[in-house]
């Protein structure tokens, strides 16, 4: 199972929009509502940030939001913050019943 | 409060075993399914297995099937990992983390995650 494919970095000013895309397979992401995203602080373990495709865990700030179209799926931060400096990964279930992360993007604010 | 403790990380030689667990407390260990995801340094995350709440459904990728087995005591509210012939691309923290929602396994997300135990293959 290949690793779904992200771009390696993303980066924006304090208070900009900013797009995370995660490209799989109609095997992955497209066949199923089973994506999710972590964020990953250095030298800390992922937290999640989103599941089925769209959905926040009590908790997460409503400026992380959810979206998939085809074999895309994307993650927005809005006015994106200091603290949203940090490492994202997609997840998605696969019809091998097994789960598949993507690569990983590094999100930089400037 | 919900916590999860993986030990049991350490040294090993190529083609020896090791065996990892992650002990649970804070929430009713047997109604959950858990995750092995495993970070070698500087890389990303990779999914490694699960098992069901009852353990009665277990996958595996393909880079540890036949080689690793996950199991769970619910008993002892611990969650094991059984890694035989370890190669030095088995390099990595290993975390474990538990699925969200109740009853569900390899379709659920992961809300709780470990601190993760560092296993390194090296002759």
């Known amino acids: 199972q290949s690793a779904l494919t992200q771009p390696a970095s993303v980066s924006g000013s304090p208070g900009q929009s900013i797009t995370v895309s995660c490209t799989g397979t109609?095997?992955?992401?497209?066949?199923?509502?089973?994506v999710s995203w972590y964020q990953q602080h250095p030298g800390k373990a992922p937290k999640l940030m989103i599941y089925?495709?769209?959905n926040r865990p009590s908790g997460v700030s409503n400026r992380f939001s959810g979206s998939k179209s085809g074999n895309t799926a994307s993650l927005t931060i809005s006015g994106l913050q200091a603290e949203d400096e940090a490492d994202y990964y997609c997840n998605s279930y696969t019809s091998s019943s097994t789960l598949v992360f993507g690569t990983g993007t590094k999100v930089t604010v400037l | 409060q919900v916590q999860l403790v993986e030990s049991g990380g350490g040294v090993v030689q190529p083609g020896r075993s090791l065996r990892l667990s992650c002990a649970a407390s804070g929430f009713t260990f047997s109604s959950y399914g858990i995750h092995w995801v495993r970070q070698a340094l500087g890389k990303g995350l990779e999914w490694v297995a699960v098992?069901?709440?009852?353990?009665?459904?277990?996958y595996y990728a393909d880079s540890v099937k036949g080689r690793f087995t996950i199991s769970r005591d619910n008993s002892k509210n611990t969650l094991y990992l059984q890694m035989n012939s370890l190669r030095a691309e088995d390099t990595a923290v290993y975390y474990c983390a538990k699925v969200a929602r109740e009853w569900l396994d390899v379709t659920d997300a992961s809300d709780i995650w470990g601190q993760g135990t560092m296993v390194t293959v090296s002759s």
């Open positions: 089925d495709v769209s």
């Open positions: 109609s095997s992955d992401v497209g066949g199923y509502n089973y």
């Open positions: 098992i069901s709440y009852n353990g009665n459904h277990k």
